[in-house]
C-alpha cells in the first residue's frame, strides 16, 4: 500500500483497524475527537463495534468488559478523559487485561487549554491509577511512528496481559503526514483461551477462566503484585525503546526530549552544529519502560557538561533523567506548557546558556 | 485537653473538626469507612454538613464548589476511590483551590484487598491527575502524627491554595492510640476574599471573584503553569518534613521508609544495634516534597554502603530515593504489597544481605 | 402575623417551613426555581437542610431515604422533573412512606415549553409510576390555598402513609398574592416510632422496623396491595375536597375547572350571568380523591344540560368527568396547552356553543 | 414456516427482528430478560446492534437518538424499569418518534415482587409521562398474540409517529406456546426522510430536518398540542380491537378482561354457561385505544345486569370500563395482584355474588 496522507488521529484509528483492533469506546474530547469520527463509519464497514459510552468512567469499564471476554479494544482520549479512566486502568492492570489507551495530550490541569502539551507524562508512567500498576507507554514523534505503535501496541498489551499507552501530544493528532501501515506489522490475536471468559464453547480447555483483581487473601495478593512487578522488569529488560541523534562523536550537552518536542530539538541540534557546537540527543521511544541506561551512559561521555530534559511540561521526565544520569552530571528542565511549543532558537539560547553557567553543582 | 484513646480513622476525623473544618463530603470505602461513620454525627452537633456523595467522582467536584466558595472542606477516601477523584483533584490544583485530601491507602491494583498498603506512593506524589498538578502529601506513622498532620493540612492548602493529601496506610485508621488535638494548631481560615467565590455581599472587596481552571489562551496557561511550577518550588523550599533516626553516628546502611512501615523498621534497627549492626533511618514525613538533599546527605556519609527504600508498595518510593541519593550509594527496594507488613526480622535479614553482598554497583 | 405579598413559589417554600418540615432536596427546573432559591437560605437559618441533587431520579431515592428515616421531607419540580421521579414515586407508595411533591406544571410533552399548563392531570391522578400506587393530589387556585395545601399536605402523608402531590400550574407558583400561614395549620409530625427506620435509641419499642417495597410472595404482595387499595379507597371516603360556585339555583351547564383555569372560569360564570345564562362551576380542589359524587349530583340536575371539562390539558380531566357523569348528561372538553390560558370570553364563547348544538348524544 | 415451540420473551425478541427492527437498547429486569439473552447472540447473527445502557433513563435516550435517526428501534422492560422511561416517553411523544415499548409487567408497587401483573395499565394508558402524551397500547393474551402484536407495532409507530406499547403480562413472557411469525406482517420501514435527522446525503429532498419536543412560542405548543389530539383522536378512530367471547345470544353479566387474565376468564364463562348462566366476555387487545363503544354498547344488552371489570390489578381498567358503560350498568372489580392468577373457580364465585347482590346501584 502507497503512502496516503492522513492526519494523526485518523492515521491512529486506522492502524487500530489493522492491527485487528474491531473494538472501540470513547468518549468524544478535544484534540483527539477526530479518531472517534473517522472510526464511527470506518469500523462498521469492517463489521467493528463503535461505541461512544456515557462518560469516561464508564468507557474504561467497557474496555474492562471487552478485554475480559478476549477481544482486542481500544479507546482514545485526552488528559481529563485520561484522569476519568484512572480507577479503570488499575483494575485492567490488576486484573492483567491487554487493552490500548491513546492519550493525545493538551494542556492542564483541569481544564486547561486545548492545545497540545506533553503534561501528563508523569500520570502516565508513575501514577495512572492507585496500586501497584503500571502501563507500557510509547510515545511517537510523527503520524507514521504514531501508526505504527498503534501497530505494536496490540501484540506487546497481550504479550504482557497489560495495557498500554500510547502518549502524544495534541500536535501529533493534528498534524497530517504521509503514512502507511506495514503489512508485517498486522498480527493475529493471541490465544487468550487460557485466561479471558470468553465462554467454554469456543475453547478447548474446559476449565472455568475468572478475571478478577480482588485477592483477599494477604498472602495470595502479595504475590500476585510481585508477580505484577516481575512483569514490570521484564518490560524494562525487554522493550525499552529510543533513539540515537547526533550521539556518534562527543558533545557538550545531552538534550533528553520525546514526541513533537524532539523534532525542534533536533532542528536546534543542527542549528548548534552550524554554530560549531555539537549536542547529543536522546529520544526516549517507550516512556515507561525509561531508556535509563542509554542515557546514563550518553550523559557519562566525558565530553558531556550538561543533561538537558525539555518537555511541553512543568518538570516531569526530568525526574526520570535525574535517576538515569545518577548524579554524574547536572541536569536542568527546560519547558513550556500550555500549547505553545518552545522554538528551535529559544532551545539553542538555553543549550548556550546552561553551557556557560558554572555547571560544578546542579 | 487529655489524651483520649482513638482510633486513627476517629481521629481523623475530630482533627479536621479541630481544625475548623465543617465540610465533608464523601464515599464510604474500607479501611477508612469509620471517617464517615464518626462524622455523621459529630458534624450535626457543630453545625457542620456531613454529604455522602453519589460516587466519589461527584465528591471531588462537591470537594470544588465549597472549596471554590471559601470554606474549608475534606473527603476522606481508599485507593480506588481516590482514582475515582483523579480528574476532580487535577481540577482543584488548576484552580488553585485548597482542600484536604486522606487516602487510606489498601492493597491493590483494582479491587486488592482491604489490608493496608502504601501502594499509592507514585500517584500521590507523582501522577494523582492530568496536567502540571502536585499535591503537598504528609505520611503519619501514628495516630497522633495523623491528627496533627490533619490539623496542619488546612492552613498549608490555604497557604498554597492547593490540596492537601495525607496518606496513610490502613493501619494507621484502624489502630488504635492515646491522642490529643494540641490548642495551637488550631487554625482561623485565611482570608479568601481575595479569590473565592463566595458572593460579594460578606467581603470589603467588590470585584469580581472567578474560579477556574480553564485558560483558552496559551501564553496564559504557560503563565499559570508557569506560577504552579514555582509555587511547587516554594514548596519543595519550605515544606520538606522528615525524622532522623540513629543517624548521628556511623552506620553501614540507611533506611528510608514512611508510616508504619517505618515503625517495624525502627524496632529492626534497634535489634541491629544491639546485634552490632549499625543502621541509619530517615523517615519522610512530607512524601512530596520529599526529603532529597537530607537523604542525599545521609547517604553519601562516608561509612554508609547501601541505602534500602522499604516499602508496602513494590518498588514506588525506591525511585524517589535513587533520584536523591543520586548515584553515590547503591540504592535497593524491599517490601511487601497486599496486606502483610514485613516483620523486624524480616528486614534485618535484608538489611545483612544487602551488606553482604557485593554493593560495587546495584 | 399579617398577610405578607409573596410569589407563589416561595409561599409553598415557607409553608413547608412552617408545617415543621425541615428537609428539602430538589433538583432545578423552570417554572419552580424560586423554591429552591428561597429555600437555600431560608432553611439553614431554622437548621434545616437543602441539598441539591445530581439529578431528579436522585432526589426520589433522598426522599425515600428521609421519610424511611422518620423525617418530613419534600422536593418541587416541574413536569419533566416529575416524570424522572415516577420510579421513586411508586418506591414511595409501595414502602408506604409519607412525603410530599410539589409539581409546578409547565407545558408539553418532552421539553415542551417553560409556560403553565395543567397537562399533568392523568400523571398525577392515574399512572405517576408502576404497579398500584395512588397519590393524593391536591390543586391549588391561589397562594393562600397553595400554601394552606402545602402545611395540609404534611399530617394527610402521615395519615396515610403515602405520599401527596400538589399539582399547581405554573401561574400558581409565579404569582403574587398575600399570603398567611395559619397556625392552626401547624402540625406536629405523627409519631413514627412504629415503622421509621430511626434508630432503636431514640424509641420506646426495641422492636426492628424495616421499611421496603419487595414481597417475593405473593401472598404477602396481594394482601399488601389489597391493603393499599383499602387506603386509597379510605381517601376517597374521608378526602374530598371541592368548592361549588353558582350552584344554588338553577344552571343550562356545569363546568368543572381546577387550579388557575377555575378562576377565569368563574370570572366567565359571572360574565354569563350578566346575560342571562347560569352557569353552575364545581372546582375540585383534589384532584384524586376525585368529587365524583358531587359531579355526578351537580351534573343531574334537571335544569343541566351538558357538562363542560374546561382544563390547561388535552382532554385529561374529562375523563374522570366522564367517569362521574355516569352518561347523564354529554360531556365536553375545552381546553388549551402552551402556555395560553383560555380566556373567560373563550369560555363563554364555548358554553353559548355548546348550549345552541343539539345536545341529544355527545 | 412451520410453528415452533417458543418462550413468549423470545417469541417477542424474534418478532422484532422479523418485522425489521435491528436495534434494541435495553437494561436487563425479570421476567423480561430473556429478551436481552436471546438478541445478544440473534441481532449479531443478522448484522444488528444489541446494545445494554447503563440504565433505563439512558435506554430511553438511546432510543431517541435511534428513533430519531430513522431507524427501527426498540427495547423491552418490566414495570420499575419502564417508570425510569417515563421522561424519555414524554420526549418521544412528544418530538413525535416511532419507537416499541415492551412492558412485560411484573407486581409492584416498587420493587414488589417478580412474578405476573397487570398493574401499569393506568401507567400505560394514561400517565406513562408528563404533558399530553399518549401511546398506543396493545395488550396480547398468547405468545403467538404477542409475536403479531410485535410485527404489527412498528409500522402503527411510524403511521402515527408515535411511540406503541406492547403491554404483557409476566405470563406472556415466560409461557411456551407455538408460534409463527406470518410473512404478511413484514413490513418496509415507512419513508423518513421528511423529518428523520437522517443526513442529507441519504434522501432527495436537501431541506433540514429537526426532530425537537421543545417549542417556546405557547401559540405553536398549543398547535403542537392540539396536532398530537388530532393525533390520537385518530388512533380512537381506526386503530380499536378487541375480540368477543360468546356474546351473541343473551348473557346476564359481561365481564371485560385483557391478557393472560382474559383466558381464565373464558374457562370460566364456559364453565359458567354449563352450570346454566350466560356471560359475556369483551377482550380488549388495545388498551389505547380502548374499546369503548364495544363495551358501552354489549353492556347495554337488555339481558345484561353487570359488568364485572376483572385484572390483575387492584382496579384500574375498573375506571375505564366506567367510562365506557356510562352509567347504564353496576360495574364492578375483581382482581388479585401480587402474582396469583385469580382461578376460574373464583370468578365464578364473583360472577354468581354479583348476580345475586342487588344490582340497582353499584
Not at 487500530?16 to 473494538?23: H, K, P, T, V, Y
Not at 478478577?212 to 529488560?237: G, I, T, V
Request: proline residues 6%; charged residues 20%; negative net charge.
Amino acid at each position: 500500500m502507497p503512502k496516503v496522507l492522513m492526519k494523526g488521529n485518523e492515521a491512529i484509528a486506522e492502524a487500530a483497524i489493522r492491527a485487528g483492533c474491531l473494538n472501540y469506546f470513547a468518549y468524544p474530547i478535544t484534540p483527539q475527537s477526530e479518531v472517534a469520527e473517522y472510526l464511527c463509519w470506518r469500523l462498521p464497514e469492517v463489521n467493528g463495534v463503535f461505541l461512544q459510552g456515557e462518560s469516561e468512567v464508564a468507557v474504561a469499564y467497557m474496555i474492562f468488559g471487552a478485554a475480559g471476554a478476549g477481544v482486542r479494544v481500544f479507546t482514545t482520549s485526552s488528559s481529563p478523559g485520561i484522569s476519568l479512566m484512572s480507577e479503570g486502568i488499575s483494575y485492567l492492570c490488576g486484573a492483567e487485561l491487554p487493552a490500548v489507551f491513546v492519550n493525545i495530550m493538551r494542556g492542564g490541569p483541569g481544564l486547561g487549554g486545548i492545545l497540545p502539551s506533553q503534561a501528563d507524562y508523569l500520570q502516565a508512567t508513575k501514577g495512572i491509577g492507585h496500586g501497584d500498576c503500571r502501563l507500557l507507554v510509547m510515545a511517537p514523534a510523527s503520524v507514521q511512528e504514531a501508526a505504527e505503535m498503534v501497530m505494536q501496541a496490540f501484540p506487546l498489551a497481550e504479550k504482557y496481559r497489560n495495557p498500554v499507552m500510547i502518549l502524544g501530544d495534541g500536535l501529533i493528532g493534528q498534524m497530517m503526514e504521509p503514512v502507511e501501515f506495514p503489512d508485517h506489522l498486522r498480527s493475529e490475536p493471541s490465544n487468550k483461551d487460557g485466561w479471558a471468559s470468553s465462554g467454554m464453547d469456543h475453547r478447548k480447555s474446559k476449565t472455568r477462566n475468572l478475571v478478577r483483581s480482588l485477592f483477599l487473601d494477604p498472602e495470595q495478593l502479595n504475590r500476585h503484585n510481585m508477580d505484577l512487578r516481575a512483569k514490570y522488569e521484564r518490560m524494562k529488560a525487554e522493550e525499552v525503546q529510543y533513539e540515537n541523534f547526533n550521539t556518534e562523536g562527543d558533545y557538550q550537552a545531552l538534550i533528553v526530549s520525546y514526541g513533537t518536542m524532539s523534532r525542534v530539538c533536533k532542528t536546534a541540534v543542527n542549528m548548534l552544529k552550524e554554530q560549531g557546537i555539537e549536542v547529543g540527543l536522546i529520544r526516549p521511544r517507550t516512556l515507561f519502560p525509561f531508556p535509563e541506561a542509554a542515557i546514563g551512559e550518553a550523559a557519562a561521555k566525558v565530553s558531556c557538561r550538561a543533561v538537558l530534559s525539555v518537555e511541553m511540561s512543568m518538570g516531569q521526565m526530568v525526574e526520570d533523567v535525574e535517576r538515569s544520569v545518577r548524579g554524574a552530571r547536572p541536569v536542568q528542565w527546560y519547558g513550556k506548557c500550555g500549547g505553545e511549543v518552545p522554538t528551535p532558537e529559544e532551545i539553542i539560547e538555553v543549550v548556550k546558556t546552561t553551557l556557560a553557567s558554572d555547571l560544578s553543582r546542579r
